[in-house]
């Protein structure tokens, strides 16, 4: 049977989707002009600054070639940053979720203590100096993949996330199974991880795009460009062609329009298109995944 609806229902609705459409165009205009503006001459984004459309005589793929004049190093970074993103998100989703499973289940006796240490952490640092200095002569980060991927590796914060939204999981289910004669791995992995994929199609995306954008731990252990991840890599090129320019600049040498702005909405848009295809397989996790950890009436 069928509801009729009200006027102010209607109504209601009707602002609704207008305000969420106007949210929504806001949001992509933004992304548009970065698309546009990375195919349009220098010297128009510099006298006429960003346009909605590009016509033919503006029309430009010169900052494209630029950011991929090398392209073997570009598909180098693309293959170090897609392993280090893939390889991170995966062991951190299983440190975390696993932490966080252990440290919400009532009948483990220290969790209290133990939780307590882990938040310590986020209040209190050594120190970047200290943490360097043990991650490189004990560690011996430097030069080596694994230096992209371990620092990144565990959050408490996430940690947190993920044993707010277990301890809403009935503990009389864990008893069940082990009434059953399951052990605790497999009651982890057959029983609490299916019921739990909003937290890590979450918790996924939030790893995933923090390894995409780092660029910051590959500054610090990579100094041969082999290595270098996709980030620092257009960073790398990037800083090149300004100091081109301010030589130029200084000498009086002339080197051309050097595309410096068409240049950096390229390598936004190489940087962040491939991780813009992961939202939509997510999408649907999303609004479950923002009330994790929410306050249940």
């Given at each position: 049977m069928k509801v009729k609806k009200g006027k102010d229902v209607i109504a209601f609705n009707i602002m609704a989707y207008i305000l969420v459409g106007i949210f929504a165009i806001a949001c992509v205009i933004p992304f548009y002009l970065i698309l546009v503006g990375s195919i349009t001459k220098e010297n128009i984004i510099v006298t006429v600054g960003y346009q909605f459309f590009v016509t033919a005589?503006?029309?430009?793929?010169?900052?494209?070639?630029?950011?991929?004049?090398?392209?073997?190093?570009?598909?180098?970074?693309?293959?170090?940053t897609i392993?280090?993103?893939?390889?991170?998100?995966?062991?951190?989703?299983?440190?975390?979720?696993?932490?966080?499973?252990?440290?919400?289940?009532?009948?483990?006796?220290?969790?209290?203590?133990?939780?307590?240490?882990?938040?310590?952490?986020?209040l209190f640092s050594g120190g970047l100096v200290p943490w360097y200095l043990l991650c490189t002569k004990y560690f011996n980060f430097s030069n080596h993949i694994y230096s992209l991927i371990i620092p990144g590796l565990f959050s408490v914060?996430?940690?947190?996330?993920?044993?707010?939204?277990?301890?809403?999981?009935?503990?009389?289910?864990?008893e069940a199974a082990k009434i059953d004669g399951a052990g605790d791995f497999y009651?982890?992995?057959?029983?609490?991880?299916?019921?739990?994929?909003?937290?890590?199609?979450?918790?996924?995306?939030?790893?995933?795009?923090?390894?995409?954008?780092?660029?910051?731990?590959?500054?610090?252990?990579?100094?041969?460009?082999?290595?270098?991840?996709l980030q620092y890599t257009l960073?790398?090129?990037?800083?090149?062609?300004?100091?081109?320019?301010?030589?130029?600049?200084?000498?009086?040498?002339?080197?051309?329009?050097?595309?410096?702005?068409?240049?950096?909405?390229?390598?936004?848009?190489?940087?962040?298109?491939?991780?813009?295809?992961?939202?939509?397989f997510l999408q649907k996790y999303f609004v479950k995944g923002l009330t994790i950890g929410a306050v249940k009436g």
């Open positions: 005589r503006e029309f430009s793929l010169e900052a494209y070639g630029m950011a991929l004049k090398s392209p073997e190093s570009i598909l180098s970074a693309y293959g170090v392993f280090a993103t893939v390889a991170g998100t995966t062991l951190s989703l299983f440190f975390t979720t696993m932490t966080g499973y252990v440290l919400s289940r009532p009948d483990f006796p220290w969790r209290n203590g133990v939780s307590f240490f882990f938040f310590f952490t986020t914060w996430n940690m947190i996330i993920a044993k707010s939204f277990m301890k809403g999981i009935p503990f009389e289910m864990t009651i982890f992995y057959k029983v609490i991880l299916p019921m739990t994929k909003p937290l890590i199609a979450t918790l996924a995306l939030f790893v995933a795009l923090a390894y995409w954008n780092d660029w910051y731990n590959c500054m610090l252990f990579m100094s041969t460009s082999d290595n270098w991840n960073q790398n090129i990037l800083n090149s062609t300004n100091a081109l320019k301010r030589i130029a600049a200084q000498t009086g040498m002339q080197v051309g329009q050097l595309p410096s702005e068409g240049l950096k909405l390229a390598m936004t848009v190489i940087a962040t298109g491939p991780i813009v295809l992961l939202y939509p």
